[in-house]
């Protein structure tokens, strides 16, 4: 806790509330990088960003892959190819894996790749001989 009454304490906590922003921005940055295909923060090594998007990518395909294999079995062989295109796509990461997954099976679905799900019952069809 900051005392009021202390210039130089004051600055100090304005000054930490400065760098925790900067950080909070800079992180931001590089995990749009990574996840969304967003230009690279500065100081960072391209190549090795690239190898690190990538790998990121394969992991969100694996989990996906698990989440939903309707999905993965619609894309089949292109599955790779399919999720990276997907992934590339999005202007922002998924706020989950659920939320990745079903978007994936939707994308798949939009582009004929995948059959639209079949219709819900209706609760009161079980009555119905």
Not at 3 to 13: E, K
């Amino acid at each position: 806790m900051t005392d009021r009454h202390d210039p130089a304490a004051v600055a100090d906590a304005e000054e930490l509330g400065e760098a925790r922003r900067r950080l909070a921005e800079a992180q931001g940055q590089l995990v749009a990088a990574l996840v969304a295909g967003a230009e690279l923060p500065r100081g960072f090594d391209p190549e090795r960003m690239r190898a690190q998007a990538s790998s990121l990518v394969a992991k969100r395909r694996g989990i996906v892959a698990r989440i939903r294999p309707d999905a993965a079995a619609a894309a089949g062989r292109d599955l790779p190819a399919e999720f990276a295109a997907y992934a590339r796509s999005r202007s922002e990461p998924p706020p989950n894996y659920r939320t990745d997954a079903d978007d994936f099976a939707a994308w798949l679905r939009e582009r004929g790749r995948m059959p639209d799900p079949p219709p819900k019952p209706r609760w009161w069809s079980r009555f119905l001989p």
